[in-house]
T-cell receptor
Framework: LAKTTQPISMDSYEGQEVNITCSHNNIATNDYITWYQQFPSQGPRFIIQGYKTKVTNEVASLFIPADRKSSTLSLPRVSLSDTAVYYCLVANSGGYQKVTFGTGTKLQVIP | GAGVSQSPRYKVTKRGQDVALRCDPISGHVSLYWYRQALGQGPEFLTYFNYEAQQDKSGLPNDRFSAERPEGSISTLTIQRTEQRDSAMYRC??????????????FGNGTRLTVT
């Protein structure tokens, strides 16, 4: 399993775009990248997933450069309700999945 | 309900007692995971099932911990002779398919276990 590294914490003001970068230098050819969001007292919730280039959904965008050794989760115009912990995961696209979480990035949105 | 359901939400037990934590996954979901989460930490993998088969139990801390999913649906995580260090949030997740791409994990709200 590729190890991931992401900042422990980030602060942002409301209305700003937030970019959280995750490093995964040992990502394998068949690995893909997934991001989860966790609010206090809740379980993690899937945000976005991708293999390469750019993926966008109604919540976020995920940018993956050509070498795939890192990925950036982009949250547009954050609000106070985006305060949460964000986890970057790397897993293989085939067969069995031992899905492992790191410590995540705690995002604090400031009014 | 449509989500993953865990019961009880809270469990307080005395040291040395056995506890059983229940997870009812989303209907039709093939894969089921158990995690343990300490305050301020990410979820720690415990074990994983595909249908009724326990595929990986490498995360179970010791032989006091066991899990089963006998009919490929509801799962029970059992902790025997509980110790204070077992106190944590225990989370269950399910996914539609084995193999995770386009099959993300759906988590329940967890069971908060406190061992006194």
């Amino acid at each position: 399993l590729a190890k991931t590294t992401q900042p422990i914490s980030m602060d942002s003001y409301e209305g700003q775009e937030v970019n959280i970068t995750c490093s995964h230098n040992n990502i394998a050819t068949n690995d893909y990248i997934t991001w989860y969001q966790q609010f206090p007292s809740q379980g993690p919730r899937f945000i976005i997933q991708g293999y390469k280039t750019k993926v966008t959904n109604e919540v976020a965008s995920l940018f993956i450069p050509a070498d795939r050794k890192s990925s950036t989760l982009s949250l547009p115009r954050v609000s106070l309700s985006d305060t949460a912990v964000y986890y970057c995961l790397v897993a293989n696209s085939g067969g069995y999945q031992k899905v492992t979480f790191g410590t995540g990035t705690k995002l604090q949105v400031i009014p | 309900g449509a989500g993953v359901s865990q019961s009880p939400r809270y469990k307080v037990t005395k040291r040395g007692q056995d506890v059983a934590l229940r997870c009812d996954p989303i209907s039709g979901h093939v894969s089921l995971y158990w995690y343990r989460q300490a305050l301020g930490q990410g979820p720690e993998f415990l074990t994983y099932f595909n249908y009724e088969a326990q595929q990986d139990k490498s995360g179970l801390p010791n032989d006091r911990f066991s899990a089963e999913r006998p009919e490929g649906s509801i799962s029970t995580l059992t902790i025997q002779r509980t110790e204070q260090r077992d106190s944590a949030m225990y989370r269950c997740a399910s996914s539609l398919r084995t193999g995770g791409y386009n099959s993300p994990l759906h988590f329940g709200n967890g069971t908060r276990l406190t061992v006194t």
